[in-house]
């Protein structure tokens, strides 16, 4: 069994998208909805809680799916001769190049 190229693109596209999207939704806070643990609510955006922290963990993953949800859907729908060029390596090689710009973000949590 064996993914169609189309699939292929989607996924390469998806992964690389994904990670370079969530670390700029982190970074800017770009959440789709925040959720408020001590009230159990959900609201739009970045919304502050009535009581309690603040959740935005989820609204960034939301914003990072549906942004690489579209962007790979649209780098899909390409012909093919234009996605052929698109290298595998994207996959993991961007996803790594998001965990060490993590690292550099959150460097004041571990560098005191």
Known sequence: MSASPRF???AIVFAAAYAVIYVFAV???W???TYHPATNTVGPLTTKAPAGPSMYWYGWMSTAALGAGVLAALVAALPEGLTRKIPPL???AVPLCA???FCFLLKGFFLR
């Open 90 to 92: 994207l996959s993991w």
């Open 31 to 33: 959440a789709l909805f």
């Open 99 to 101: 965990i060490v710009a």
């Open 27 to 29: 970074e800017q806070n």
């Open 8 to 10: 292929a693109v989607f």
